[in-house]
């Protein structure tokens, strides 16, 4: 059994930064690939990033690169986010998601990902 716990959101004004984190654990896991989705109110689930320990290369959604920063510890079972200059279209709840460990290789694609946790609430306010 796998299981993903996120960890960090919050409420935040515009223009802050926030990390979350996303601890893996689970005795069959090796979880090559990781990446974090985001859910606003009243939208689709959204991809944000993703990041594979085979490549390291990391992989950002269109209105996340250069504001957001996906890592992974050295021990690579916990998945960070940096979200920085954060904006109140940012609010939504993000949700940390793992590939089976068949795969080294991001994806976009939310049916892609095998293994998601609760979700963490993140709030920015104008």
């Known amino acids: 059994q796998v299981q993903l716990v996120e960890s960090g959101g919050g409420l935040v004004q515009e223009g802050d930064s926030l990390r979350l984190s996303c601890a893996a654990s689970?005795?069959?896991?090796?979880?090559?690939?990781m990446g974090w989705f985001r859910r606003a109110p009243g939208k689709e689930r959204e991809f944000v990033a993703a990041?594979?320990?085979?490549?390291?290369?990391?992989e950002y959604g269109d209105s996340m690169e250069g504001r957001f920063t996906i890592s992974r510890d050295g021990a690579r079972s916990t998945l960070y986010l940096q979200m920085n200059s954060l904006k109140p279209e940012d609010t939504a709840v993000y949700y940390c998601e793992a590939r089976s460990s068949e795969f080294s290789f991001t994806s976009e694609a939310e049916h892609d990902y095998a293994y998601w946790g609760q979700g963490a609430q993140v709030i920015v306010s104008s």
């Open positions: 990041l594979s320990r085979v490549s390291d290369y990391p």
């Open positions: 689970g005795r069959a896991f090796t979880g090559n690939v």
